[in-house]
């Protein structure tokens, strides 16, 4: 089965990281995608641009209304997701957990709906 891990943190805070800090993080990752993705469990991952470079399209009355920057306002943002295919919700649940960002900020775990097509 298939899980989205959506990986929440403050960009504020990783804005203040230092560079050398950035990088053993980018370190954390590439360890982390190159293990999972050599046995078939990683799907596909991507980090995400700032929150500032998003657009917010929402459909009211048939009229689309578009905004500059994120919906709402939070603590965290989303910053990034990783695509597992695992058997359980427990393995999914320990992949995440491996997230470097899981140690400053959160994942999201979520089941994908698979349609046959």
């Known amino acids: 089965m298939k899980y989205l891990c959506l990986i929440y943190a403050d960009e504020n805070a990783w804005e203040a990281t230092t560079q050398d800090d950035r990088q053993a993080v980018y370190a954390d990752y590439g360890k982390l995608m190159e293990q999972y993705g050599s046995n078939g ?3 596909e991952g991507s980090e995400l641009q700032p929150t500032t470079t998003a657009t917010t399209v929402a459909v ?3 009229e689309a209304m578009i905004t500059d920057g994120p919906f709402v306002e939070t603590k965290e943002q989303l910053g990034g997701y990783i695509l597992v295919d695992v058997a359980s919700l ?4 320990e992949f995440a957990a491996k997230i470097p ?3 400053t900020g959160s994942i999201e775990v979520r089941p994908l ?3 046959s097509a």
């Open 41 to 43: 469990t990683l799907v």
């Open 60 to 62: 009211r009355n048939g």
């Open 90 to 93: 427990d393995e999914a649940l």
């Open 101 to 103: 960002t899981a140690r």
């Open 113 to 115: 709906v698979e349609r």
